[in-house]
């Protein structure tokens, strides 16, 4: 009988509060991604009407730099499609968006998923380096 109270205090810990902002990432990179090749990558946040959100901010964008940003607000929810480009060929790590949400006197960080993507050089396989 312990074990199940623990396992269900547990459960109650990790899971959101009602009411709680949340986040979810969706990345769409295209079939070979180059240097300087574009990958859309959008943010959703849902979170009360009445809930400020500040953001997407990021520590660090490490190799990529966003291209563009069309942020979309509909009721409940903040849409923010980036467009990234990376500039270093290899495998890259994509950079963590954080999010504020404000709702009444709460305050709730939110912060994207990460994964990796494989970026093709576009320099012929005998050159390491761009001339001048």
């Known amino acids: 009988m312990r074990r199940a109270a623990s396992f269900l205090l547990l459960l109650a810990l990790a899971a959101p509060a009602a009411g709680a902002a949340t986040l979810t990432t969706r990345v769409t990179p ?50 923010h499609r980036l467009s990234l480009a990376a500039f270093q060929a290899g495998r890259q790590r994509l950079p963590v968006f954080t999010f504020l949400v404000r709702t009444g006197t709460r305050v709730d960080t939110l912060r994207s998923d990460t994964g990796s993507v494989v970026v093709a050089s576009v320099l012929p396989a005998d050159m390491k380096d761009v001339h001048d």
């Open 30 to 79: 295209p079939k070979r991604l180059t240097v300087g090749d574009r990958l859309e990558r959008a943010l959703t946040v849902s979170a009360a009407v009445s809930s400020q959100v500040l953001g997407p901010l990021a520590d660090s964008l490490g190799v990529f730099v966003v291209a563009d940003a069309k942020p979309e607000k509909r009721a409940g929810a903040e849409v």
